[in-house]
T-cell receptor, first 115, second 114 residues
Framework: QQQVRQSPQSLTVWEGETAILNCSYE??????FPWYWQFPRESPALLIA?????NKKEDGRFTIFFNKREKKLSLHITDSQPGDSATYFC??????????????FGEGTQGTVIS | DPKIIQKPKYLVAVTGSEKILICEQY?????MYWYRQSAKKPLEFMFS???????DNQTASSRFQPQSSKKNHLDLQITALKPDDSATYFC?????????????FGKGTRLTVV
């Protein structure tokens, strides 16, 4: 059973547009939701993260919207740039049951920004 | 300079052989992890260690054995290699204080089993 699901599988937007990436989860004990991005032949790197005490987290052009009741979150990337082309992973962890670094990842969204 | 060093970067192994993937972190973190990424599956948690103690094992096969000789070392021994083990293995670490801390990933070891 996939605990963290992402959609769409791939997303192409024009430069300057807003990209919206979706994520949902099953486990109600998850209490930390980081988004990682990964460029080809590189390792994943933390982009932005949110805790359920907030329903929004913003960092520059990147914003997470979180809906605890529906167990859904989304990543909005405004003014998309070609350099944003990467695979985006939604992840979740339950820090109360063990190490918070035990992350459950979604399958990823392949994002492409066309100039 | 990379703070999490994984060796080797690429590895080709014969089916049935045994290999050790090396990982050292210089971030001063107390927790270390192994993750696997393959074409068939997303990033998949394998093991977690804290202060050199195994905290969690999500790997079904005993062919995968982590080894921690020092606090900042977490190697991964894989025995009886199979073609399905072909993947990129990422070592990661965090300063885990029980509450939502960033996980840093190494560059990975890309393993191909032929």
């Amino acid at each position: 059973q996939q605990q963290v699901r992402q959609s769409p599988q791939s997303l192409t937007v024009w430069e300057g547009e807003t990209a919206i990436l979706n994520c949902s989860y099953e486990d109600s004990t998850f209490d930390y939701f980081p988004w990682y991005w990964q460029f080809p032949r590189e390792s994943p790197a933390l982009l932005i993260a949110i805790r359920p005490v907030s329903n929004k987290k913003e960092d520059g052009r990147f914003t997470i919207f979180f809906n605890k009741r529906e167990k859904k979150l989304s990543l909005h990337i405004t003014d998309s740039q070609p350099g944003d082309s990467a695979t985006y992973f939604c992840a979740a962890s339950d820090g109360t049951g063990g190490l918070s670094g035990k992350l459950t990842f979604g399958e990823g969204t392949q994002g492409t920004v066309i100039s | 300079d990379p703070k999490i060093i994984q060796k080797p970067k690429y590895l080709v192994a014969v089916t049935g052989s045994e290999k050790i993937l090396i990982c050292e972190q210089y971030l001063g973190h107390n927790a270390m992890y192994w993750y696997r990424q393959s074409a068939k599956k997303p990033l998949e948690f394998m093991f977690s260690y804290s202060y050199q103690k195994l905290m969690d094992n999500q790997t079904a096969s005993s062919r995968f054995q982590p080894q921690s000789s020092k606090k900042n070392h977490l190697d991964l021994q894989i025995t009886a290699l199979k073609p399905d083990d072909s993947a990129t293995y990422f070592c990661a670490s965090s300063q885990d204080e029980g509450s939502n801390t960033e996980v840093f990933f190494g560059k990975g070891t890309r393993l191909t089993v032929v």
